[in-house]
């Protein structure tokens, strides 16, 4: 399975990855560092790309959500290969911290009496930490970040880093034992507020109402 971390940093510029070991250190340790040569790809929440590189390998992040970096000129193009933000020559750290940071925060939000949040690798309902497996907790993030929008099975599958043939780990174990999980510790709202559905042609969507 890929190595998993909460940020993907491809080609990361050399003084930059210095600056963010020494004086951010807590942001260094949740990145995972690769080189667009000898490619690896992580499962992560956020990748940050090349410019350049991004714009000739596309399809190859199709899924990921992006921040590339470059010049002014591929600002344009970068944002039509899939990026959500774009970091401008000459950039910092603290300039790249403020722009992953919409990206990687928190997920907090209400089901009637219920508190729901997802702060880092914890989940909580109304303050009671749930255990769940790292794919648990990787597929309820993703699904709640994109709450009311279809995630197709590809996506997920890959998101996941799941293989053909392990029918013990397969997406849909996955979704049915958060299901029973949520059913569990939600058993006024699941089904009511908040749901996970499935589409035949389209993949997996939570469903939230809340307020």
């Known amino acids: 399975m ?3 971390s909460a940020i993907q940093f491809i080609d990361s510029p050399p003084l930059i990855r210095i600056e963010l070991k020494e004086r951010y250190p807590a942001w260094y340790s949740d990145c995972i560092f690769g080189n667009s040569r000898n490619m690896n790809f992580s499962i992560s929440e956020l990748t940050i790309i090349p410019a350049g590189f991004l714009t000739q390998n596309a399809k190859a992040f199709k899924y990921k959500t992006l921040i ?3 010049p002014a000129e591929l600002l ?3 944002y039509m290969a899939g990026a959500s933000d774009y970091l401008k020559d000459p950039w910092n750290c603290k300039e790249l911290i403020i722009r992953c940071r919409p990206y990687l925060e928190d997920i907090k939000f209400s089901l009637g009496d219920d508190i729901i949040l997802f702060s880092g690798e914890s989940f ?3 303050n009671k930490i749930i255990s769940l497996t790292n794919c648990q907790n990787r597929l309820l993030k993703i699904l709640l970040k994109n709450s009311n929008a279809f995630l197709s099975y590809p996506l997920l599958t890959d ?3 799941l293989k053909p043939g392990q029918p013990d780990k397969s997406l849909h174990v996955h979704i049915h034992n958060l299901r029973k999980i949520l059913k569990t510790e939600l058993p006024e709202q699941y089904g009511d507020t908040l749901r996970i559905v499935n589409s035949s042609s389209l993949g997996y969507a939570m469903i939230v109402t809340c307020g």
Do not use: R
């Open 2 to 4: 890929p190595p998993s």
């Open 68 to 70: 590339s970096f470059g």
């Open 76 to 78: 344009e193009q970068s």
């Open 124 to 126: 909580k309902i109304n």
């Open 159 to 161: 998101y996941l880093g």
